[in-house]
């Protein structure tokens, strides 16, 4: 009759907001119901207050039939019913017994959903579910301690088995996807967050089997997260496509990984669990520039850092061997650059900032730059070459001709190279920019000051001199914010 009284969430809501108990295996229930109901009323609901009155008279109930000899019947009819309260939720939740050989064979779609539904079942099953029916059973058999573990083992035990199996059968899939791991995660985050509870509730030794479920799964969910990392680490160095970005911007694999990556630092603290006792990567062979420097194997999160800079390594060497493709030597360093630039800022956004040490992050930041000054030597070396290494020294009329003749056929072939190149993060675009006008346009604006006047007059200039120093200035700010498709400026040779 009382049984609509009695769900597990009306009764672990009552625990939580009453004082009865200090824990789920240590009640004191010698005082009277009359006197626990007087004490409570003041703090539940009346919802709350009708569930436990109802488990105080089935505690009557199982009191008087116990002391009367009935127990074995007692508990028979309890397990029944507790039982199928506990089957039936279990049920509603979606979860059944299934087979690795069904779950290999089901479409992604279908499979991602049933691990959607698990983790929901697993929050309301820990938070209700079971904390509900130990508290019951805890309280309606507190006269005796071998029945109260024998009923909430019966009770719970096969329903209990069946969650916590479901993770350890979905880590068998043998369907490789990069993606799949985030799910592998968020199943080992339920269990991992939920083991003190689990613990606790499942403490009789007769129950064991659900706590050592729960550790099997997560040791199967973690030897498939391993696996799915050595199969990112596999199919970034695999790839093969000759994809050429143009201007020299960011390639696919460089935001498809780092997306990857940093939506891993989200559960930084579990992938430090899980990687805790793997076996430190093996130094790869890596490309005449090395991208690579070790982390201090000191700090505690040194696994994970050394896993992850493994795989940026990995990228980075990948991303080398593409900037082959070029055809353009200034265009391939200016690549590498844009995408070590992009990976430094895709770490400072997200955690995992926190799982590199700020040395290893310095160290790339100072290849940034070392990459930029590779392309500008490349793009703009010949231009600065075509001016004297004393622009302000005396020269001969036909020598300062020659050499404005010289700087700007460099000038204008270099910028038509360079006009379609891009640089899409703000701050590299301004130091790269700034970098070479420092060295570009002074040392131009000091030869032109010191041998317009050697040229000739006014109309002598304007026949061999092409570019005024202003020009060349605004025609370096024009670059890097255009692409092939953009459809060019002005032409250089159309300067006044």
């Given at each position: 009759m009382n049984r609509a009284h009695l769900d597990p969430e009306s009764v672990s809501t009552r625990s939580s907001r009453t004082s009865t108990q200090s824990s789920l295996s240590d009640y004191d229930y010698d005082a009277s119901?009359?006197?626990?109901?007087?004490?409570?009323?003041?703090?539940?609901?009346?919802?709350?207050?009708?569930?436990?009155?109802?488990?105080?008279?089935?505690?009557?109930?199982?009191?008087?039939?116990?002391?009367?000899?009935?127990?074995?019947?007692?508990?028979?009819?309890?397990?029944?019913?507790?039982?199928?309260?506990?089957?039936?939720?279990?049920?509603?939740?979606?979860?059944?017994?299934?087979?690795?050989?069904?779950?290999?064979?089901?479409?992604?779609?279908?499979?991602n959903l049933k691990i959607k539904n698990w983790l929901e079942a697993m929050k309301i099953s820990m938070r209700t579910l079971f904390t509900g029916e130990r508290i019951l059973c805890d309280f309606v058999f507190s006269s005796s301690d071998s029945i109260r573990e024998s009923c909430f083992s019966e009770i719970t035990k096969e329903g209990a088995v069946l969650l916590f199996e479901f993770p350890e059968v979905v880590a068998t899939v043998k369907k490789s996807s990069p993606e799949r791991i985030f799910r592998l995660l968020g199943m080992y985050t339920a269990i991992s967050d939920n083991w003190p509870e689990i613990e606790t509730i499942f403490s009789f030794e007769s129950i064991s089997?659900?706590?050592?479920?729960?550790?099997?799964?997560?040791?199967?969910?973690?030897?498939?997260?391993?696996?799915?990392?050595?199969?990112?680490?596999?199919?970034?160095?695999?790839?093969?496509?000759?994809?050429?970005?143009?201007?020299?911007?960011?390639?696919?694999?460089?935001?498809y990984s780092m997306n990857y990556l940093t939506a891993l630092a989200d559960y930084g603290n579990i992938l430090t669990d899980i990687i805790s006792d793997w076996p430190p990567p093996a130094i790869l062979s890596l490309p005449e520039?090395?991208?690579?420097?070790?982390?201090?194997?000191?700090?505690?999160?040194?696994?994970?850092?050394?896993?992850?800079?493994?795989?940026?390594?990995?990228?980075?060497?990948?991303?080398?061997?593409?900037?082959?493709?070029?055809?353009?030597?200034?265009?391939?360093?200016?690549?590498?650059?844009?995408?070590?630039?992009?990976?430094?800022?895709?770490?400072?956004?997200?955690?995992?900032?926190?799982?590199?040490?700020?040395?290893?992050?310095?160290?790339?930041?100072?290849?940034?730059?070392?990459?930029?000054?590779?392309?500008?030597?490349?793009?703009?070396?010949?231009?600065?070459?075509?001016?004297?290494?004393?622009?302000?020294?005396?020269?001969?009329?036909?020598?300062?001709?020659?050499?404005?003749?010289?700087?700007?056929?460099?000038?204008?072939?270099?910028y038509w190279k360079q006009i379609s190149c891009v640089v899409p993060n703000s701050m590299l675009r301004d130091q790269i920019k700034v970098s070479i006008g420092r060295k570009l346009v002074a040392v131009y604006q000091n030869f032109f000051d010191s041998h317009k006047s050697t040229i000739g007059d006014e109309k002598s200039i304007t026949l061999f001199v092409r570019f005024y120093p202003e020009d060349v200035g605004n025609y370096l700010s024009d670059l890097f914010i255009r692409t092939l498709t953009s459809g060019g400026g002005s032409s250089p040779s159309s300067s006044s």
């Open positions: 119901p009359d006197y626990e109901i007087g004490a409570a009323k003041e703090s539940i609901s009346e919802v709350e207050e009708v569930s436990f009155m109802a488990m105080s008279d089935l505690k009557s109930i199982a009191d008087c039939m116990i002391g009367s000899g009935y127990a074995k019947e007692c508990v028979q009819i309890y397990n029944m019913i507790r039982k199928s309260i506990i089957n039936e939720g279990i049920y509603k939740f979606g979860i059944e017994k299934v087979s690795s050989s069904k779950i290999n064979k089901m479409e992604w779609d279908v499979l089997a659900v706590r050592s479920q729960a550790l099997n799964s997560m040791a199967r969910l973690s030897e498939s997260v391993r696996l799915l990392l050595l199969n990112f680490e596999s199919m970034i160095q695999k790839d093969s496509s000759k994809t050429i970005v143009p201007g020299g911007g960011i390639h696919p694999l460089t935001i520039i090395s991208f690579y420097s070790p982390v201090s194997n000191e700090s505690p999160a040194a696994p994970i850092s050394d896993r992850i800079s493994r795989l940026i390594l990995v990228l980075l060497c990948k991303l080398d061997s593409k900037a082959k493709y070029y055809k353009d030597v200034a265009v391939s360093y200016l690549f590498l650059a844009n995408n070590l630039q992009y990976v430094i800022s895709r770490i400072h956004k997200s955690n995992l900032h926190s799982l590199l040490s700020k040395e290893w992050i310095t160290e790339q930041e100072v290849k940034v730059n070392r990459l930029a000054t590779s392309y500008e030597r490349f793009a703009w070396g010949n231009v600065l070459a075509s001016l004297p290494a004393n622009p302000t020294a005396p020269m001969k009329p036909a020598e300062a001709k020659e050499c404005f003749r010289k700087f700007s056929i460099s000038f204008e072939d270099a």
